[in-house]
């Protein structure tokens, strides 16, 4: 009997179905490649490709949340959703900031930390109603994390990406992640 017919008779199917949808080793992520990401609307669950501003992959982390903060203000969710560490629905940021016209986030100083072979970086923020200057301010931080520059490390794992924010709180409160 052919050694690889024998192989699939003791892997259980479960297993079986699981590694199906691997693919080859090293096969490269389309995504990465093309500075595409997936974004999935969590209404439908369709899944999208979105270009991904230019300065999500800046080595300054007020620079990206600057692109964060204007994804934000043109109501561009798909795109600003990508500047999350776990998977933020877009439907579920819309959301967030749906009691603000225009959304307009002000990005304030950052603070950067290393430890563990991580970047940390605290961007302190004021969130305002462009439209509406009778909604009340919101004040926070926005906590952002990537890997150091160490050999090896991917473009994506090098990209600064939001952690935690406490102006998006319903985003992470409660330890639920984003997409709860």
Not at 35 to 48: C, I, L, P, S
């Amino acid at each position: 009997m052919d050694r690889s017919v024998l192989l699939l008779l003791t892997i259980p199917p479960a297993l079986a179905l699981a590694l199906a949808g691997c693919g080859p080793a090293g096969d490269p992520d389309p995504a990465a490649e093309t500075g595409q990401a997936e974004v999935v609307a969590m209404t439908n669950y369709e899944t999208a490709l979105v270009e991904l501003p230019e300065a999500f992959s800046s080595r300054d982390c007020a620079a990206v949340a600057g692109a964060y903060a204007k994804a934000l203000g043109e109501k561009l969710f798909p795109v600003a959703a990508q500047a999350w560490a776990d998977p933020v629905g877009t439907d579920k940021l819309a959301m967030g900031y749906e009691k603000y016209g225009k959304p307009r986030l002000q990005i304030g100083q950052a603070r950067e930390e290393a430890a563990a072979g991580s970047l940390y970086c605290e961007v302190t923020v004021t969130l305002r109603d462009g439209d509406n200057p009778q909604t009340p301010l919101k004040q926070g931080t926005l906590s952002f994390r990537r890997a150091g520059d160490v050999p090896g490390a991917a473009p994506d794992q090098l990209r600064w990406r939001i952690v935690t924010s406490t102006i998006d709180e319903e985003l992470t409160a409660a330890g639920k992640t984003p997409t709860e």
